[in-house]
Nanobody, 115 residues
Framework: QVQLVESGGGLVQAGGSLRLSCAAS????????MGWYRQAAGKQRELVAGVTTGGSTNYADSVKGRFTISRDNAKNTVYLQMNSLKPEDTAVYYC?????????WGKGTLVTVSS
């Protein structure tokens, strides 16, 4: 059974940092390109960042230079280091397959950035 479990969200002031984690099970993680997505209240879910099986990364323009995605294949986990957070980063963050999120979505983790 495929399961994605996101964690690490919380309340942080603008300019602060958070590190999100996503543990995956039920898939061959090491050959799956993974991504982080987010959905702000009243908005559509958007792709934030992706990391290939070889470690290459890609970012949305809105987070480039502030967020870093990484993965640990031994732990079946993908991470999102978020620095210089802005109020507009407030959203529920999810992980899934990069660009084509076909896995069942997890519950996500809420990130709230106060001004």
């Amino acid at each position: 059974q495929v399961q994605l479990v996101e964690s690490g969200g919380g309340l942080v002031q603008a300019g602060g940092s958070l590190r999100l984690s996503c543990a995956a099970s039920g898939i061959i993680f090491s050959i799956t390109t993974m991504g982080w997505y987010r959905q702000a209240a009243g908005k559509q879910r958007e792709l934030v960042a992706g990391v290939t099986t070889g470690g290459s990364t890609n970012y949305a323009d809105s987070v480039k230079g502030r967020f870093t995605i990484s993965r640990d294949n031994a732990k079946n986990t993908v991470y999102l280091q978020m620095n210089s957070l802005k109020p507009e980063d407030t959203a529920v963050y999810y992980c899934n397959v990069y660009f084509s999120p076909w896995l069942t979505w997890g519950k996500g983790t809420l990130v709230t950035v106060s001004s």
